[in-house]
């Protein structure tokens, strides 16, 4: 099984509807993350979490909701889809041994292909 | 906003050259880090180069970092139809809470 699974891996969905997306990861690390991809403008960061009680907003968290529901689980919601969030979205996961900025090392899942028409 | 901008954004070369992608940033960093991705899929970290290192290896790859241009290089020699991917640097630095944020990437092709 993947270190870091997200659910589902594609969805269509219609503007104005609720969309989940799910990540779990077997890691054991604290920290999880999300980030959109989108052609030619790399990946943007949407919330992160350093803990269970600690979540934080990223650059572009606008439309965008997310719970801890425990260490291993970290969801991403779209309350009211729209199409401009078509994107490839990724969960991510690190430890929290390295505390200087950037040390952080990054482990993937293989990512939610996201359409809204 | 982007902190790291990748240079070249597209890169096609024979299998057996080497490949040079460059990474800018504008703020001064701690660590800055390279990742690949292959089409569709999930990023791989590749190698970490801390800001008081101005080289680094791991295998065919060679990292160098650059603090006073604020710039960092990734060269891939003898490179494969295999390394075929996405590369992209991301870095974080003090006062970002732990973020770390990523590049454009460069799309590198690497044709038999």
């Given at each position: 099984d993947a270190d870091v699974t997200q659910t589902p891996r594609n969805r269509i969905t219609k503007t104005g509807k609720r969309i989940m997306l799910e990540c779990s990861q077997t890691?054991?690390?604290d920290r999880m993350y999300w980030y959109r991809q989108d052609p030619g403008l790399g990946l943007r960061l949407i919330y992160y979490s350093f803990d269970v009680k600690d979540i934080n907003k990223g650059e572009i968290s606008d439309g965008y909701s997310v719970s801890?529901?425990?260490?291993a689980k970290f969801s991403l919601s779209l309350e009211s889809a729209i199409p401009n969030q078509t994107a490839l979205y990724f969960c991510a996961t690190s430890d929290s041994?390295?505390?200087?900025?950037?040390a952080n090392v990054l482990t993937f899942g293989a990512g939610s292909r996201l359409t809204v028409l | 906003s982007q902190q790291g901008e990748e240079d070249p954004q597209a890169l096609s070369i024979q299998e057996g050259e080497n490949a040079t992608m460059n990474c800018s940033y504008k703020t001064s960093i701690n660590n800055l880090q390279w990742y690949r991705q292959n089409s569709g899929r999930g990023l791989v970290h590749l190698i970490l180069i801390r800001s008081n290192e101005r080289e680094k290896h791991s295998g065919r790859l060679r990292v160098t970092l650059d603090t006073s241009k604020k710039s960092s290089s990734l060269l891939i020699t003898?490179?494969?139809?295999?390394?075929t991917a996405s590369y992209f640097c991301a870095t974080g630095w003090d006062n970002q809470g732990g973020k770390l944020i990523f590049g454009q990437g460069t799309e590198l092709s690497v044709k038999p």
């Open positions: 890691k054991g690390h801890r529901q425990a260490q041994a390295r505390s200087a900025a950037g | 003898a490179s494969r139809a295999a390394d």
